[in-house]
């Protein structure tokens, strides 16, 4: 299958490249003369890519990368500083009412990742810092080459992180790591990121790291779409709810989803010793 680009006439992406090769779609922040740091237009695009990518029956898992010496720098410092004129009003209390919304659709265009029914795989190269943490902590998995690090770093500019990191990291890593970095703005090195699970492995090169998750990518594009997008749900679920709570979901889920064409092939693969083929 050839790779073919972002398929939608009714949008231009000026911060991303997207495209659609074997039911993976790659989703590539594309600003490398400014170390893809997360200007207003890509904010609003990432959202609108993994959209896509959920509404697309052909992409059944997605890959975020960056172009360019690094994933991401992490906010646009020039965007921080255009949101006091945008958010001006003469009255104090609409003046920060502005601002709170901001930051909402900021914290919505992260949670995009999640909402997407399709597993998302982080593939981190570079220094990466600020919002890059937020970005990566909504993604399924990560995995980095050997010169990543990463840095909670709103802390050195003295704010506190307010699009998910700090709801987020701790239960990637634990409380009291997320504590540490939150609190000291420290680098973690790419081997330290895996010892605290931050990534779930590292990669020699930025070479091997992109072939490495595209091999992962393609594992699960094999499987199972339906049951692929019901894993994803489940623990998203899980993770915010009691295990009472989770087992009535599944229970639930598994009552209207599990009669379905891929058990049927997925069975007959099995008994026929062949790779099973699944409908989008």
Known sequence: MTTRPFENPSMNFETLSVTLQDHIATVRLNRPEKANAMNAPMWQEI????????????ARVAILEGE??????????QMMLALGPQIQHDCDGRTREALRRVILDLQDTLTSLERCRKPVLAAIH??????????ITCADMRYCSLDASFTVKEIDIGMTADVGTLQRLPRLIGEGMARELAYTGRQVSAEEAREMHLVN???????????????????????????IRGSKEMITYARDHTVADGLNYIATWNAAMLMSKDLSEAMMANMGKRAAVFKD
């Open 47 to 58: 959202r609108q890519a993994f959209r896509w990518v959920d509404e697309t029956p052909e």
């Open 126 to 135: 570079g220094a990466y810092v600020g919002g890059g943490i937020d970005l």
């Open 68 to 77: 360019g010496k690094l994933f991401t720098a992490g906010i646009d410092l």
């Open 201 to 227: 492995r590292v990669f020699e090169s930025r070479e091997a790291l992109r072939a490495g998750v595209r091999e992962i990518a393609a594992t699960i594009a094999a499987k199972s779409p339906l049951s």
